[in-house]
């Protein structure tokens, strides 16, 4: 394309934009939130437990007491389905599986494994991240103070080889962050070679633990779901079943605020952290479990649940993915991941656009996740990954916040282009 017809598609670009940005827009597409119609799916679990409810557990526990400090039994047992584990082998906690691998981390810090130094007490710390994924997974590590190393993510998952020669030389690497099925943002699950590989790892580090965030595990949106191989198995033929922690919740099952938490692990590994819970707490919420065994019951209630969200946001998911490809295919300037499930899509835009899109669009008053925050630090090298997030908006507004977006990724391209012409004359 010449300069004149850059320069043209520029004008017209920009005349489209400046209307957007007339009509005063306040919508948002920056994280992965359930919708207000997503919550209401189970507004019914809040009126369960009446005064006249049995409250006790299986065990004949009381749940409005102190006790049970793995949980109820009914919940591991849902957990241990949902996960691919054992029942003994589930701690139940609070609402939130990032809190428990926040405490799994400082647990590590402090106490660490078994004829290990705790982590805190090796020097410099390492910490492999795949990206882009998930921006919060990276803050917990950082926070701690490790030295985060990016691994490319690949349509099968992180890219083994780098995982493989990392892990094996370096002892100061001590685990890696993983989403597996559905991961964010790219919406991949691991191939079942690459859970394999992950088995079979040799770490340099004899405390080195594999994080394996099952968020999305059960949120399938079609027909066609993908399947992941189980990790806790493929670790059993390896014996090497003390390198993984899974972590599931039902946050984006029933309430993000008021879910319920989980933790698998070996007996070796559980022992650590159920010691270190033990300090914590007498006991987590089990009148909140029992709310949740009482409205889902079983994995057939959670996949029938799971079936209502996807009806609500399958639509959704479409219709981003029909916007992009009407306004963005064929262009050479972008390009993005059509899951079959979870919460994103993630765009990858022109190289050194990322940041001008983002901006573009909050400009006209659409608000994205911030370019560079699905890397290490928040920087991406190239500048061009996008994670959209479609399930919070409803669809008249989310149509909007679509084509705004893909006229903002083709607006900055275009500046892009005419920067690169202006310099060459």
């Known amino acids: 394309m010449s300069t004149e017809?850059?320069?043209?598609?520029?004008?017209?670009?920009?005349?489209?934009?400046?209307?957007?940005k007339a009509q005063g827009l306040k919508l948002n597409m920056a994280r992965g939130k359930p919708s207000s119609e997503q919550l209401d799916l189970s507004m019914g679990m809040l009126g369960l437990l009446t005064p006249q409810s049995d409250l006790h557990a299986s065990?004949?526990?009381?749940?409005?007491?102190?006790?049970?400090?793995?949980?109820?039994?009914?919940?591991?047992?849902?957990?241990?389905?949902?996960m691919g584990l054992d029942d003994h082998n589930i701690i139940v906690g609070g609402n939130s599986s990032l809190n428990m691998m926040f405490d799994a981390i400082s647990c590590c810090m402090t106490h660490g494994f078994p004829g290990?130094?705790?982590?805190?007490?090796?020097?410099?710390?390492?910490?492999?991240?795949?990206?882009?994924?998930?921006?919060?997974?990276?803050?917990?590590?950082?926070?701690?103070?490790?030295?985060?190393?990016?691994?490319?993510?690949?349509?099968?998952?992180?890219?083994?080889?780098?995982?493989?020669?990392?892990?094996?030389?370096?002892?100061?690497?001590?685990?890696?962050?993983?989403?597996?099925?559905?991961?964010n943002p790219t919406g991949i699950t691991f191939s079942d070679e690459t859970v394999r590989r992950f088995a079979a790892l040799k770490p340099a580090a004899p405390d080195f633990r594999i994080f394996w965030d099952n968020a999305y595990c059960v949120h399938d949106l079609d027909d066609t779901p993908d399947t992941l191989l189980n990790l806790w198995e493929e670790c059993r033929k390896c014996h090497s079943i003390n390198m993984p922690l899974f972590f599931a919740s039902t946050s984006k099952i029933t309430f993000p605020g008021a879910g319920v938490a989980a933790m698998g692990a070996s007996e070796e590994n559980l022992k650590v952290f159920r010691e270190h819970y033990a300090y914590q707490t007498i006991g987590p919420d089990k009148l909140n479990q029992l709310r949740h065994i009482l409205f889902l019951k079983d994995m057939d209630g959670?996949?029938?649940?799971?079936?209502?969200?996807?009806?609500?946001?399958?639509?959704?998911?479409?219709?981003?993915?029909?916007?992009?490809?009407?306004?963005?295919?064929?262009?050479?300037?972008?390009?993005?991941?059509?899951?079959?499930?979870?919460?994103?899509?993630?765009?990858?835009?022109?190289?050194?656009?990322?940041?001008?899109?983002?901006?573009?669009?909050?400009?006209?008053?659409?608000?994205?996740?911030g370019a560079g925050a699905t890397f290490p630090y928040g920087k991406d090298p190239n500048d061009r990954n996008i994670r959209v997030a479609p399930t919070y908006p409803p669809l008249?507004?989310?149509?909007?916040?679509?084509?705004?977006?893909?006229?903002?990724?083709?607006?900055?391209?275009?500046?892009?282009?005419?920067?690169?012409?202006?310099?060459?004359?």
Request: glycine content about 8%; overall charge negative.
């Open 59 to 82: 065990t004949g526990d009381d749940c409005r007491n102190y006790g049970l400090a793995d949980g109820l039994p009914e919940m591991r047992e849902l957990f241990a389905e949902m």
């Open 302 to 369: 959670v996949r029938a649940q799971m079936r209502r969200h996807a009806q609500i946001i399958a639509p959704k998911f479409a219709l981003v993915e029909e916007t992009l490809e009407r306004r963005l295919s064929g262009k050479g300037i972008a390009s993005w991941t059509k899951p079959h499930g979870g919460y994103f899509i993630s765009v990858d835009v022109m190289d050194g656009c990322a940041k001008r899109t983002v901006a573009l669009c909050k400009e006209a008053g659409v608000t994205l996740t």
């Open 396 to 425: 008249d507004e989310l149509k909007i916040a679509a084509e705004l977006f893909c006229l903002c990724a083709e607006l900055a391209a275009c500046e892009k282009l005419l920067g690169a012409k202006t310099e060459e004359n």
């Open 116 to 183: 290990s130094k705790p982590w805190s007490q090796q020097g410099h710390l390492k910490f492999l991240c795949p990206a882009p994924g998930y921006d919060r997974h990276f803050a917990v590590t950082q926070y701690f103070g490790f030295e985060l190393i990016t691994v490319p993510m690949l349509s099968t998952g992180p890219d083994m080889d780098v995982v493989e020669r990392l892990v094996s030389s370096d002892p100061a690497i001590k685990g890696i962050w993983c989403v597996p099925k559905y991961s």
């Open 5 to 20: 017809q850059l320069q043209t598609l520029h004008a017209q670009l920009l005349e489209e934009y400046e209307s957007y």
